[in-house]
């Protein structure tokens, strides 16, 4: 209307409606707009978890569990909400299914994976954290394993998330497994370590084993078909496998019988661990391998990574003065004017002969009465009746885990060795010595070393040679030789047997081997005979110092030997490169004239 032109009030006249602004329905519209009515009834009510729908008249939720594959991640908000409502929540791990829908609404930490592994592959990140949260979708899949879900739900749940009549999510207590196994410690068809705790008497979980206290591990494990006949066994390590401790087993603990067990149970074995005394404090690892008592065999070890077993031991808090020691031996023999005492021996049975090649194992117990600035070494001896080494060991405290740098007041150093008698300490009685940088040598068992017989007296001799191989080896000359005039007297098609006699100037540090030829005028070789000293049982390496050696040679020699004159060529080479030793003369063989005899000669 114009402003100046004042509308008409007509008060008595009702308002009239122009019909173009009323809504219209077509009849047609009404069944779809019904429908749409009827669908928003059933479906608001889901709101917002518009996939819990499923049709009432086929029997809804429960019925669609039992034909296909529900959740999408549904109600997973509602169990993070549930857990911010508990104590230190933000202090929470808990590991669920679908992470990325669960993650944004928890205000703790969500665990999706360790490492690679899934919680679809292995229970592993659900050993790991406070809380579980077990899925509908997950559990129709029976993933990680029907026996890791079987672990988990024997318990009852802290809560369970129910969405129009469907349990959609449990939350389950979990163990926030303190030392988690990164890597694959499986022994196929038997069983895989998962990880272990630490705890002390009381039950409180420990950062590192005391040395001087026991603590219990409890080493969890995931079954794959091991008997329970056969235990899991346990030690501690180095990274050399020096073994530093013992598992006492106390037996497998489950939730379950053993035979409900489906395949991917969890179970745990406790073991006492014991350090033993004198363990320098620092990094070991765990050892765990399955045995079988009823015929003493080893099923297997575990491939247990360095890292994945790693257990810190911590010092003792015991005075050392007061540990009770393993000793066969005890000795308290104070050196370096007192500031050290070699408390004793164990683990060495000096009253079993030793061979040669063999290894013995020893412990050594050294007590510090003040620190040491600097690193001393250890050498360990095997002298004769003048007092003379014949074999020598050397090496740091400890296997060089704790040098005597390290060493404080009140320590005490366990000191293991494995000693391999060499192959050339000629058998006879002997005593092993200790000594500690420049300390004099303690005297710590008698020693009786076994072996092949040796003699140190040349023996009467046919042929005397005196032909010098190398610088260490001496072949002194023939015994039992048939000899015409200064040649070797042989019979073609007879056996030529003889013996050489050797000597050793000095110990060998390699294996030679003999060759014999006859040798005709042509230089043809007639017979041949290639082997080390005694057929073996003597190689050159483990020849004492001035020892004699009688090695009888045989060579089957052929009826007809050619045209001579014929020689006997001997030498000594390195077999896998063929070189040989030098004679004085530069020659890398020495001859020996052969004459054949007839029957009538």
């Given at each position: 209307?114009?402003?100046?032109?004042?509308?008409?009030?007509?008060?008595?006249?009702?308002?009239?409606f122009?019909p173009?602004?009323?809504?219209?329905?077509?009849p047609?519209i009404?069944?779809?707009f019904l429908?749409?009515?009827?669908?928003?009834?059933?479906?608001?009510?889901?709101?917002?978890?518009?996939?819990?729908?499923?049709?009432?008249?086929?029997?809804?939720?429960?019925?669609?569990?039992?034909?296909?594959?529900?959740?999408?991640?549904?109600?997973?908000?509602?169990?993070?909400?549930?857990?911010?409502?508990?104590?230190?929540?933000?202090?929470?791990?808990a590991?669920?299914?679908?992470?990325?829908?669960?993650?944004?609404?928890?205000?703790?930490?969500?665990?999706?994976?360790?490492?690679e592994?899934?919680?679809?592959?292995?229970?592993?990140?659900?050993?790991?954290?406070?809380?579980?949260?077990?899925?509908?979708?997950?559990?129709?899949?029976?993933?990680?394993?029907?026996?890791?879900?079987?672990?988990?739900?024997?318990?009852?749940?802290?809560?369970?998330?129910?969405?129009r009549?469907?349990?959609?999510a449990?939350?389950y207590?979990?163990?926030?497994?303190?030392?988690l196994?990164?890597?694959?410690?499986?022994?196929?068809?038997?069983?895989?370590?998962?990880?272990?705790?630490?705890?002390?008497?009381?039950?409180?979980?420990?950062?590192?084993?005391?040395a001087?206290?026991?603590?219990?591990?409890?080493?969890?494990?995931?079954?794959?078909?091991?008997?329970?006949a056969?235990?899991?066994?346990?030690s501690?390590?180095?990274?050399?496998?020096?073994?530093?401790?013992?598992?006492?087993?106390?037996?497998?603990?489950?939730?379950?019988?053993?035979?409900?067990?489906?395949?991917?149970?969890?179970?745990?074995?406790?073991?006492?661990?014991?350090?033993?005394?004198?363990?320098?404090?620092?990094?070991?690892?765990?050892?765990?391998?399955?045995?079988?008592?009823?015929?003493?065999?080893?099923?297997?070890?575990?491939?247990?990574?360095?890292?994945?077993?790693?257990l810190?031991?911590?010092?003792?808090?015991?005075?050392?003065?007061?540990?009770?020691l393993?000793?066969?031996?005890?000795?308290d023999?104070?050196?370096l004017?007192?500031?050290?005492?070699?408390?004793?021996?164990?683990?060495?049975?000096?009253?079993?002969?030793?061979?040669?090649?063999?290894?013995?194992?020893?412990?050594l117990y050294?007590q510090?009465?003040?620190s040491?600035?600097?690193?001393?070494?250890?050498?360990?001896?095997?002298?004769?009746?003048?007092?003379?080494?014949?074999?020598?060991?050397?090496?740091?405290?400890?296997?060089?885990?704790?040098?005597?740098?390290?060493?404080?007041?009140?320590?005490?150093?366990r000191?293991p060795?494995?000693?391999?008698?060499?192959?050339?300490v000629?058998?006879?009685?002997?005593?092993?010595?200790?000594?500690?940088?420049?300390?004099?040598?303690?005297?710590?068992?008698?020693?009786t070393?076994?072996?092949?017989?040796?003699?140190?007296?040349?023996p009467?001799?046919?042929?005397?040679?005196?032909?010098?191989?190398?610088?260490?080896?001496?072949?002194?000359?023939l015994?039992?030789?048939?000899?015409a005039?200064?040649?070797l007297a042989?019979?073609?098609?007879?056996?030529?047997e003889?013996?050489?006699?050797?000597?050793?100037?000095?110990?060998?540090?390699?294996d030679?081997?003999?060759?014999?030829?006859?040798?005709?005028?042509?230089?043809?070789?007639?017979?041949?005979?290639?082997?080390?000293?005694?057929?073996?049982?003597?190689?050159?390496?483990?020849?004492a110092?001035?020892?004699?050696?009688?090695?009888?040679?045989?060579?089957?020699?052929p009826?007809?030997?050619?045209?001579?004159?014929?020689?006997?060529?001997?030498?000594?080479?390195?077999?896998?490169?063929?070189?040989?030793?030098t004679?004085?003369?530069?020659?890398?063989?020495?001859?020996?004239?052969?004459?054949?005899?007839?029957?009538?000669?």
């Open positions: 209307l114009h402003p100046s032109t004042p509308p008409s009030l007509h008060p008595s006249t009702p308002p009239t122009q173009s602004i009323l809504p219209s329905f077509h047609s009404l069944p779809s429908l749409a009515l009827i669908q928003a009834a059933f479906v608001l009510p889901h709101f917002p978890y518009y996939f819990t729908y499923y049709n009432p008249l086929l029997g809804g939720g429960p019925a669609a569990a039992r034909t296909m594959i529900v959740g999408w991640g549904e109600g997973l908000d509602d169990a993070a909400r549930w857990l911010n409502q508990q104590p230190n929540s933000d202090s929470l791990e590991v669920a299914w679908y992470s990325t829908t669960f993650e944004p609404y928890f205000a703790g930490h969500a665990i999706y994976k360790i490492e592994d899934k919680i679809s592959r292995t229970p592993k990140p659900g050993l790991a954290g406070d809380y579980v949260i077990l899925y509908a979708n997950q559990l129709q899949r029976q993933l990680p394993t029907e026996g890791a879900l079987q672990y988990f739900q024997a318990v009852e749940p802290a809560h369970v998330v129910r969405l009549g469907l349990d959609y449990w939350i207590p979990s163990i926030k497994l303190q030392h196994i990164n890597g694959d410690a499986r022994l196929v068809g038997q069983a895989e370590i998962l990880g272990f705790n630490l705890l002390d008497a009381d039950g409180n979980r420990l950062k590192a084993a005391p001087d206290r026991p603590a219990t591990l409890e080493l969890y494990w995931e079954w794959q078909g091991k008997a329970p056969e235990p899991i066994g346990l501690l390590v180095d990274e050399n496998g020096q073994q530093w401790g013992w598992g006492h087993p106390l037996g497998t603990q489950a939730r379950l019988p053993f035979d409900q067990w489906q395949n991917g149970f969890v179970a745990h074995d406790d073991f006492i661990l014991e350090i033993y005394p004198g363990t320098p404090p620092g990094d070991y690892y765990l050892k765990a391998w399955i045995d079988r008592p009823a015929t003493g065999e080893l099923v297997g070890t575990f491939p247990l990574a360095l890292e994945d077993g790693r810190a031991v911590a010092p003792p808090l015991t005075p050392s003065a007061q540990l009770e393993p000793l066969t031996t005890t000795l023999v104070p050196l004017e007192g500031q050290v005492t070699l408390r004793g021996l164990a683990n060495f049975e000096s009253s079993q002969p030793w061979d040669p090649e063999q290894s013995r194992d020893l412990v050294w510090a009465n003040q040491i600035e600097q690193s001393l070494p250890i050498v360990l001896a095997l002298t004769d009746s003048a007092g003379q080494p014949r074999a020598e060991w050397s090496g740091l405290p400890a296997a060089g885990r704790y040098p005597t740098e390290r060493w404080q007041a009140g320590d005490l150093i000191d060795w494995q000693l391999t008698l060499p192959a050339r000629p058998p006879g009685e002997y005593r092993l010595t200790a000594r500690l940088g420049d300390a004099p040598p303690v005297d710590l068992a008698p020693v070393v076994t072996g092949r017989p040796r003699q140190f007296e040349a009467p001799l046919a042929l005397s040679l005196e032909a010098q191989f190398g610088q260490k080896i001496e072949l002194l000359g015994r039992a030789a048939h000899l005039g200064s040649s042989i019979q073609p098609g007879q056996p030529l003889l013996e050489l006699v050797w000597r050793a100037a000095d110990l060998i540090d390699a030679y081997t003999l060759t014999a030829q006859l040798l005709d005028a042509g230089q043809q070789v007639r017979a041949q005979l290639d082997r080390m000293p005694l057929d073996g049982a003597a190689p050159t390496s483990t020849w110092a001035d020892e004699i050696l009688s090695d009888p040679i045989r060579l089957d020699l009826a007809d030997l050619g045209p001579g004159p014929h020689h006997l060529l001997l030498a000594l080479y390195r077999l896998e490169t063929g070189e040989r030793l004679l004085p003369n530069g020659a890398d063989h020495l001859t020996i004239p052969v004459k054949p005899m007839t029957n009538e000669q």
